[in-house]
Every structure is written in structure tokens, then in C-alpha cells.
């Protein structure tokens, strides 16, 4: 059993979809899934969140697990304070993936927002439940104008903690990628010091689930389980190949 840390250069970047491609990926190979979201902000009541989403598209198959959900769309600590809520604790999320890596073959935890995205008061964040797993942490990463920044500094936070980078995703990769976006394909993979390991075609979120069950090997590396070979998404779209 493994367990894969999925961070990203930010919020709103495809960690979700990506997670979601993994997850369906690993479920056509006929391993067993499960996601852990420690964190869900922004979802009130019994609205679905990331890790319901994860399962709606990779399939039923796949164990969701949120630890805590806040209502505010913020980060966790500040998104818990403001609901007087208790924040999550990296030690429990860290403790929830073992637990659920003694049952499932993969373990993906998605974390909210970017990498130092604070859980609690002190500062906790998805790099201590990384390093407290002793897991390898994807990244996911926006594909145009001003990823390479965001990247760089992701990988360089993680190499500071001795946290070992699975690679590097791009979360929607546009239909018609501009100069910066077709430019990054070789760039980001030498700001994040690790390989490109998968495109995530924009509009793949909103695939019929059977689609994107059958789709999401063909945009994720070997080493996530794929078989994406380094092409870019065909201009069909997502559907299309
Ligand atoms: N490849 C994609 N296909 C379809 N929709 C996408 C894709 N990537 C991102 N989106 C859309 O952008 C929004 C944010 O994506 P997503 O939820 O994956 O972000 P996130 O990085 O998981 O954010 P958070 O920090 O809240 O977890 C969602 O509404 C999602 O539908
Ligand atoms: C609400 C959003 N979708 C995420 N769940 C939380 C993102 C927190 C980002 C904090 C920040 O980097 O400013
Ligand atoms: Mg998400």
C-alpha cells in the first residue's frame, strides 16, 4: 500500500480533478483507493467536497474521507477560527492515511490550497502530515504565465524539508495553449527540478464519469499509474484522443 501526498502551486489549480485521475486510474488497474481530505473549506452542511467529488468521477469504489469542513472559503485555520471550530490536526490526518493505507492499496491525501496553507495556530501545514508520513508529494501547478515562480518554490519548500516530489501535474491544460503554456512544457519540469508526470486536459472535471474513468490513465505518467507518453492533450478535447 502507498500513500501519495497531492499538493498544488496554489488553490483552484486541478488538485482535485488530478486526484480524481489518479484515483480512476488505480481503480481501472484494480487497485483500491481511498482519499483523504483533511481539510474541506468553503462547503457548508452536507454539500459535497473534494473528496466526494474524487469519488463521483474516479467511481464508488473509491473510500472518501474528509476530517473536518469549515464553511468559509478560506484556509483552514482561519476558515476554523471564524467558525469556532477546532482546526486539524497534522498528527490525526497523518494517522487517518495510516489507517487507511492498512486497507487500500493507494492512499491519495489532497491538501487545501498550496503547500503552506495553514491547518492550525501554529502553523501546521500539508508538509508536516507529509513529512509525518514519511510520503512522496505531487504537485500540481497551473500551466501558463507564472507557474514557474509558484513551482520553484513549491519543489524548493519541499526539498527543504527533505520531502520527496512524485512530480509535477499541470491541473488544466488548455485547448489551445499559449506561447507561455506550450513553453512551460519543457520549463516546468526544470523549475521543479523533477519530471512532468501528466496533463490534466482543461474541461476533464466535467467529463461523464465513465469518460473520464476510461480517459485518465492517457494524462498521467507511468509512475502515477498512466500511461501518458508526453504528448499534450489532443485539440479534441479531453473526450477525444
Ligand atoms: N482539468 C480540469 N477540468 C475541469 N475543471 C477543472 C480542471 N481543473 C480545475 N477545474 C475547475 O477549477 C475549479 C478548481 O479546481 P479544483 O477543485 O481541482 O482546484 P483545487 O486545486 O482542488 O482547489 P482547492 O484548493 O479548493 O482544493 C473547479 O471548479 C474545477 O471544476
Ligand atoms: C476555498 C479554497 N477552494 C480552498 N479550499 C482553500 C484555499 C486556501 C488558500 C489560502 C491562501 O493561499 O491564500
Ligand atoms: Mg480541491
Do not use: C, I, K
Given at each position: 500500500m502507498s500513500v501519495l501526498v497531492v499538493t498544488g502551486t496554489g488553490t483552484e489549480v486541478g488538485k482535485t480533478v488530478t486526484v480524481a485521475a489518479l484515483a480512476a486510474a488505480a481503480v481501472v488497474a484494480g487497485r483500491s483507493v481511498a482519499v483523504l481530505k483533511p481539510a474541506q473549506t468553503g462547503v457548508a452542511g452536507d454539500?459535497?467536497?473534494?473528496?466526494?467529488?474524487?469519488r463521483r468521477l474516479a467511481g464508488a469504489e473509491v473510500t472518501a474521507v474528509e476530517l473536518a469542513r469549515y464553511p468559509d472559503p478560506l484556509a483552514p485555520e482561519t476558515a476554523a477560527r471564524r467558525a469556532g471550530l477546532p482546526p486539524v490536526d497534522p498528527g490525526e490526518a497523518a494517522e487517518a492515511a495510516r489507517t487507511l493505507a492498512k486497507e487500500h492499496d493507494l492512499v491519495l491525501v489532497e491538501g487545501a490550497g498550496g503547500l503552506l496553507v495553514r491547518f492550525d495556530g501554529r502553523?501546521?501545514?500539508l508538509?508536516?502530515?507529509a513529512e509525518l508520513l514519511g510520503a512522496p508529494v505531487l504537485v500540481v501547478a497551473a500551466a501558463g504565465l507564472g507557474t514557474l515562480n509558484a513551482t520553484a518554490l513549491?519543489?524548493?519548500a519541499l526539498r527543504s524539508r527533505r520531502l520527496e516530489c512524485a512530480g509535477v501535474v499541470v491541473g488544466s491544460w488548455p485547448r489551445e495553449p499559449d506561447l507561455a503554456a506550450r513553453c512551460n512544457l519543457t520549463d516546468l519540469p526544470v523549475a521543479a527540478g523533477v519530471p512532468l508526470a501528466g496533463l490534466l486536459p482543461a474541461g476533464a472535471g466535467a467529463l461523464p464519469p465513465a469518460v473520464f474513468r476510461a480517459r485518465a490513465a492517457h494524462w498521467?505518467?507511468?509512475e502515477l499509474g498512466?500511461?501518458?507518453a508526453g504528448a499534450e492533450p489532443s485539440a479534441a478535447g479531453p473526450a477525444g484522443r
Open positions: 454539500e459535497p467536497g473534494d473528496a466526494a467529488e474524487v502553523g501546521a501545514t508538509a508536516d502530515v513549491t519543489a524548493q498521467l505518467a507511468p498512466g500511461a501518458w
